[in-house]
């Protein structure tokens, strides 16, 4: 079946505009996980959402990171303000059900490049 | 505070030998801890977990709560097995996400 897909792949930008990376989850999952992957690091949890609603945005880095998943399925991640330090790849994740035993299956990310 | 040490970035044995590459973690409880690939070219998947005491691909990886450790072991390394290896942790009370080490890129020669 098909996995989790993220659109669009690359994505290079200006500094200071505004940019939107979508996420398709994996049809049935509820939980939803928004990553961000530096060069040379481990994948940095964001936000995640049970069903519509944001359970835990902790990891947001500042206010001009914000994400929404309205009808519980398809995700967007938005950034304002773009800067240079943005640049990473961002990463989706979904599982069946929100929990630490549930498997979180991957999206192939998408890279953005804040020039 | 949660975290994941991997102190190898790069680990690299010849085809046959064994490889252990090793993860270290500090958590206020008892976590769950996981063993993620990532292929050349493909996304990063779920190889194995403490939970399900599995052998994936040859590899385990065993709990040791006294060491804080979930080395990952493998008694003879292929040339398929190079990839980017990530330890991650998150807790077993659910509703948690995953803490990822740096990553240990893992080159077999043949």
């Known amino acids: 079946g098909a996995g989790v897909s993220q659109t669009p792949s690359n994505k290079v930008t200006e500094k200071g505009k505004y940019v939107e990376l979508r996420c398709d989850p994996i049809?049935?999952?509820?939980?939803l996980y928004w990553y961000r992957q530096s060069l040379g690091q481990g994948p940095e949890f964001l936000i995640y959402?049970?069903?519509?609603?944001?359970?835990?945005d902790s990891g947001l880095p500042n206010d001009r990171f914000f994400a929404v998943r309205p009808e519980g399925s398809v995700s967007t991640l938005k950034i304002q303000r773009t800067e240079r330090g943005d640049s990473a790849v961002y990463l989706c994740?979904?599982?069946?059900?929100?929990?630490?035993?549930?498997?979180?299956?991957f999206g192939p990310g998408t890279r953005l490049t804040v020039l | 505070a949660q975290r994941v040490t991997q102190p190898e970035k790069l680990l690299s044995v010849f085809k046959g030998a064994p490889v252990e590459l090793k993860c270290n973690y500090s958590?206020?409880?008892?976590?769950?801890l996981f063993w993620y690939v990532q292929y050349s070219r493909q996304r990063l998947q779920l190889l194995l977990r403490?939970?399900s005491r599995e052998s994936i691909k040859g590899f385990t990886a065993d709990l040791n709560k006294g060491e804080t450790s979930f080395h990952l072991k493998k008694p003879f390394a292929q040339e398929e097995d190079s990839a980017m290896y990530y330890c991650?942790?998150?807790?077993?009370?659910?509703?948690?996400?995953?803490?990822f080490g740096k990553g240990t890129r893992l080159s077999v020669i043949a």
């Open positions: 994740a979904s599982s069946l059900i929100a929990g630490s035993t549930d498997t979180q299956y």
């Open positions: 049809s049935g999952h509820t939980a």
């Open positions: 959402f049970q069903g519509t609603g944001a359970a835990d």
């Open positions: 958590y206020s409880g008892s976590p769950e």
């Open positions: 403490h939970i």
């Open positions: 991650a942790l998150s807790g077993n009370s659910g509703n948690t996400p995953l803490v």
